[in-house]
T-cell receptor, first 113, second 113 residues
Framework: SAVISQKPSRDICQRGTSLTIQCQVDSQVTMMFWYRQQPGQSLTLIATANQGSEATYESGFVIDKFPISRPNLTFSTLTVSNMSPEDSSIYLC??????????FGPGTRLTVL | GESVGLHLPTLSVQEGDNSIINCAYSNSASDYFIWYKQESGKGPQFIIDIRSNMDKRQGQRVTVLLNKTVKHLSLQIAATQPGDSAVYFCAENGGTSYGKLTFGQGTILTVHP
């Protein structure tokens, strides 16, 4: 199965700043996704990262706050812009596998002070 | 690791017992379901999946049962081990075919030696 890595693994940031999270896969994949997991909560889909076109955002998430890039079939970035303490979460990328299965990266643990 | 115990249901069992984790889903259009295991500080790990044309599927020490009539999913773990301690999430595809998943709230499983 594909190996998924994320950078950074964790970070502590000041409010008002932005952080870009990278997701790298060791093989080409059709679909990549970004999720948020707030403390003590389940996973919520932020957007689907589309290669060569704009990401598809879920209700409650907007491009200005969470810009996403997908320059090729192995890489994607998620930026958390103008951060506030409410953005403190784990951010996870996932890839589509066989059928509708998704496989997840290790996550990026973000704390905003 | 982060705190994940504040809002999630919990299940405590003794080592060697069988565990049953339940999940209710709401979208009657869902035709694909997955169980994930998330250990502290890690991303969700695929355990087992099931399609709606089945009501039972078995893996190694795990069994998933699907009751479409009452929209209920369960994960049974046989001979539970301390290494099974984690948060378990169910996920459904909402009847979509492009990989979008909706996650349940999760259950914390604690296995006592």
């Amino acid at each position: 199965s594909a190996v998924i890595s994320q950078k950074p693994s964790r970070d502590i940031c000041q409010r008002g700043t932005s952080l870009t999270i990278q997701c790298q896969v060791d093989s080409q994949v059709t679909m990549m996704f970004w999720y948020r997991q707030q403390p003590g909560q389940s996973l919520t889909l932020i957007a689907t990262a589309n290669q060569g076109s704009e990401a598809t955002y879920e209700s409650g998430f907007v491009i200005d706050k969470f810009p996403i890039s997908r320059p090729n079939l192995t890489f994607s970035t998620l930026t958390v812009s103008n951060m506030s303490p409410e953005d403190s979460s784990i951010y996870l990328c996932s890839i589509s596998g066989r059928e509708d299965t998704q496989y997840f990266g290790p996550g990026t643990r973000l704390t905003v002070l | 690791g982060e705190s994940v115990g504040l809002h999630l249901p919990t299940l405590s069992v003794q080592e060697g017992d069988n565990s049953i984790i339940n999940c209710a889903y709401s979208n009657s259009a869902s035709d694909y379901f997955i169980w994930y295991k998330q250990e502290s500080g890690k991303g969700p790990q695929f355990i087992i999946d099931i399609r709606s044309n089945m009501d039972k599927r078995q893996g190694q020490r795990v069994t998933v049962l699907l009751n479409k009539t009452v929209k209920h999913l369960s994960l049974q773990i046989a001979a539970t081990q301390p290494g099974d301690s984690a948060v378990y999430f169910c996920a459904e595809n909402g009847g979509t075919s492009y990989g979008k998943l909706t996650f349940g709230q999760g259950t914390i499983l604690t296995v006592h030696p």
